[in-house]
């Protein structure tokens, strides 16, 4: 069950406004690894853990946490839009700078949402749910989390640069610190799965469901491709199997599907075409 | 540039029909880690990579491979929906058996695709490129590879119990076995970089664009949550810093919005409302 | 900023496995007005709200009891989930009961999500952030609001007729009550806005803006149309002005576009292309 | 059945051209609110309408209407198009006049659509059939309905601000007139409807499926939210019952879900991992 | 402008009710080649038109029609849903016949839509403008417009055979010969305008744009690939020019990107890692 | 199966970066009717291929071509990216180049994709299997091909306009000619097909499916519509028979529908709702 508190976690007090970039800032909130999708992705994961309690409370604490970081970079979104020309279309041909803003700005941030954030991306696409993970594997969903910090982590710092607004950087700065911490945790989580069930997922395959011959070739095209010189394929793999390096081949033959039925009305097969 | 030989890589022949089955199979092609997913994923990866040709050749090398298990899975697809009563809905409400098939099985195999496979997922969701991640960081998107595989060899093994056909079987351990490869290369790829760079992606964020007072804490509700009881809570974090736990409490005010110029004609703030 | 407590709000014992079920409570969660909709609806409503602060903490504290139904209808899901022959599709053929059961259930719950709950609807499709509205009008949100909470009550008292299961319809009848109250809600503070603003949103377009003679006609077609005998037409409109009949006629004339430059390569006029 | 007139319902004479504004006018056309989306909306309400012709006439009559209004703004967006440097991008770089038009356009005004337009929102995200409502309680949908035409009176005003084109503005003042009028219709047919059934949807619910000890709780945080001080708590509720105010609070217990079976290749419980 | 008049174009009467084929039928409303996606494929193709005043009218006049199309199979599927047992989940269980139906119908006819048709296609994936095509350019529309008409009979045939119901059976035999009139005006009318513009489009392309020497060439894998065997190879191209087969080979060498500028926070080229 | 060589196809050399065209050419990747559609759609169909062998390696050895252009074309990308004042946001406001670049540019290109190419549209719309055609009857999907090349040949031509760069002209001089190629070769075997099969999509259809009354009927509106005074409405239709010219009535009554059942929750009918 979830409680809110009306007071900001961090501070989101932007020096002046921006539309150009309260557009940018959207793909932090509706994005592919934006906070919805971290909120929304670790949420689901707890709410499927069975049978380990303080991962789905690590889950759920996480989660929570990703809400109120969605709020931030809402406020945020809310102040940045505060106080700019957005509704000036038509000076928006004589004056280059009106011009520019009117261009680069979000529109639905003027005619939908009336100065207030979108739940889409930074080019206005809705976030959707396509993009989180919950496989109720939890060393695999942890490596979709450790993927999901790397990558806002990245674009929170790519973002950095693009603004010299004090206020917005000490907001990112908060959001890189948490984002290094929580790269720490879900690494620090696969470890410990791993120790336990080895790198390989699922671990409970049996080893007759596997046809091992193919489990360690590393497939080159030796015309063209470098990609055997990498240092790690001359030593054994992660799960301490070593690996041999082949030049692709086909392994069966053309395939060669029957007719379809009358009922598909599918084109006839040559021999009856003609 | 890309070639194509009309062989199939491995041996697709399963032994019977089945409309229901086909439908499921349409998870490995054309949901959120079927093998389109895959494909696009290593190809755009490759084609963005800037001065790691090695990496670029393995990206490429592996992304062309997963071209061809779509292509199988599609074969697959193709081959269990041949012979059978798939056009037989007047059928369905009097055999049970005809029925559950034609309630089962997907309706576009039928009435769209005229028995061949569909670029959508188990439910007929097409798929789409939100599910995809190519940041022009490696280490970022090695993690992203190394969970699309995991969630991958996960979906493979849980269609593996829901098939007696050994044809299916035979084809379903030749996926499995090249998914471990692949978990085994992107975590020796990630182990490679994370020696050179360090565990927290981006590596390139100076210290003073963090606020590293929040980079180690672990937010725990006190009340109900047992996430402080994980083992590697007590133990330096992989980057190397010590872990503190904290009760989550706002660390700013309730945010207060400025009013919307009159041109958004929001609603007035309640003191001109009256 | 959000907190959470790992108890549920309410009871979610349902008494069996019911995996067509569980199929069906997706509607529920990522539906068009499933709980993923209302929470995030409400929280984006409350982060633009500039000026009304009481509305704002409504918003707030009722979008965050909503998260909180998602939290309890995906762990109804998951034990919907609980012991059903899900992974038993070789038998589906066989025997019609379980086949009805495979034929029935969401693929994913197997494949994808390990029996856990799925962020879409009953047909499987992803929520999406173009279900909810956030337009910085309160009014015009509050109606969005009790439409979603009709939409909602409707679609919950649609299921509590098709289960036998006592856990499940407990549960429902709760989230048919708190439907009750969050009708009532949005409905009080529709006429709290109404009678301050008038009932035609937004409540400050100038006359002027408005080609008035235009306001109060219903245009019927008098070939076929009944509509003109609804007993509100002959009398005031809710603004106060009468409703006139009308016949829909056009006002303007066909219009001619103009030919489009050389470098659009369109079609040419049928004059050049002879 | 429907029928076409080649003249417009009214005037769509635009001074001058202005492609920023084109793709600003999209959200007109393919938006969340767009007129495809009443269109649709009142088009498919009707055609499932049960037992009440007047209404189902109405929903046709107003749909009817509402692809008259595509056709308008589609012919807007035509000649907005007309004669501007849409194909200059080579001189964008050094005029910041044509940079700012070509960089605040739809691109695919030019590339795709050949100076028409899109069936797509401002941002260009095409219009989806997950925005429109048709459930068959004409109550709850025509709360979609005044809802739907509140917002696109909204947008309309908001873009009425946006262009000095003396022919922009005089259509935008016939659609304004227009959604004064469709606001005033649903509201009369709500009120004709909640006259008779109660303003709870549906009406139909037998008491005995409601926990109505929670029908009239207000649940607010005491501690930051100041909700329970708006002026109609203390009032009846719009069904007549007193609210109450009352802190959230867990009803229930932690939810403990059992393992999943060896199918589903889960994590193992905590006790199995070790 | 439109009109709408209550009666049908045709009679939609089906014997009896079947949910589970009122799901199929779903395909011809809201699927990629529904009916809603040729009437506003035309219907935006017509408001586009510029200087081809009859084509504008062919295309409006067609659209029109197609509106009253989805009209009929609206009702077709409200009838096919009238008198089944739809919320009857609860003996499905038990009997397999119900069983079949509750896990083969489209459960948002009995949660959403109330026993009315539903905007989505036959696995309830919301229809979308992405699927519609209004280029601007007469010949490649109708081009893409016999294409629809192609694949929208294919379809109904298809489901043709899926039905012993008279009623049905009735309503598509008319669905058909209006998609045999339909294939027939856009196969006259580009043939109308190939003999006025040649059969490549766009015919305004000037040949100093493009490297002629490559517009004739069929690439043919020859390892494999016997296309270099079908019988048009060896004439004419049917813009006059002789094809020639040639084996497809790289024309220009391994493209090397320059490394990103820091602010990209990309991973560092493999000289700098080390 | 699939190989890949490092070459390119073609060369790819901008002779300048340019961002705002970058964003621009991403239409020719992941649009509608860009290169990942055409590769996917040709794959797809050829895997559904059954009984014609000869089309199925037409259609896999262009598919694989076009997988090719998606690299020449996100090579095009990265390289227009290359050495442009992407992060420079900052100076957006003051510099109008650098602001029109900032508001021009997709900002996925510097935040997400760390100057990569995306596999998404102009707008940033992510690419969709739903674009895709696979029907198993080869002459209507062959339609389809010969649209997607012409509506792709139709928007590389409008970019072509839209740069000065010689290295983007000399790749779109190939781009046009491979387009070229491909209409014809679909023409023809379009034609081939069409000898052997008929002009009517499906040729399988038994004359007793159809309503042959209405197979050459063109409903024209005689109010307003030109569409009867098309030249070839006076000739015989394609498949031989004369089209004749009617005015669209009504052939059916109004449809009245039944009352849905209470489980439906419907508004009841208007007799009992008095």
Do not use: C
């Amino acid at each position: 069950m979830f409680f809110h508190r009306s007071e900001l976690q961090y501070h989101v007090k932007p020096e002046s406004p921006d539309p150009v970039f309260a557009k940018q800032v959207q793909e932090l909130i509706g994005g592919q690894f934006g906070e919805m999708s971290v909120a929304m992705q670790y949420l689901f994961q707890g709410w499927s853990t069975r049978g380990n309690e303080k991962y789905r409370d690590l889950l759920m604490d996480t989660g929570t946490q990703e809400l109120g970081h969605i709020e931030m970079l809402a406020t945020l979104v809310a102040r940045l839009l505060e106080g700019a020309p957005v509704y000036e279309q038509e000076k928006a041909a004589a004056d280059p700078i009106v011009g520019a803003i009117m261009g680069g700005m979000n529109p639905q941030h003027a005619i939908v949402h009336g100065l207030g954030a979108s739940p889409k991306d930074s080019n206005g696409v809705p976030w959707n749910a396509g993009y989180i993970v919950a496989s109720g594997n939890l060393l695999a969903d942890f490596r979709a989390n450790v993927n999901a910090e790397s990558q806002g982590r990245l674009q929170v710092a790519r973002l950095y640069s693009m603004t010299d607004d004090k206020g917005v950087k000490d907001l990112f700065s908060f959001l890189i610190a948490r984002d290094t911490m929580h790269q720490n945790q879900w690494l620090a989580a696969i470890k410990d799965l791993e120790a336990k069930e080895g790198p390989i997922v699922p671990s409970t395959v049996p080893p007759e469901w596997e046809a091992q011959e193919f489990s360690h070739i590393l497939y080159v095209n030796p015309e063209t491709s470098t990609a055997d010189q990498l240092p790690w394929v001359s030593q054994p793999a992660p799960d301490g199997h070593p690996i041999t390096v082949q030049k692709p081949e086909p392994l069966s033959e053309r395939p060669i599907l029957k007719p379809a039925p009358p009922e598909a009305h599918n084109t006839l097969p040559e021999e009856d075409l003609k």
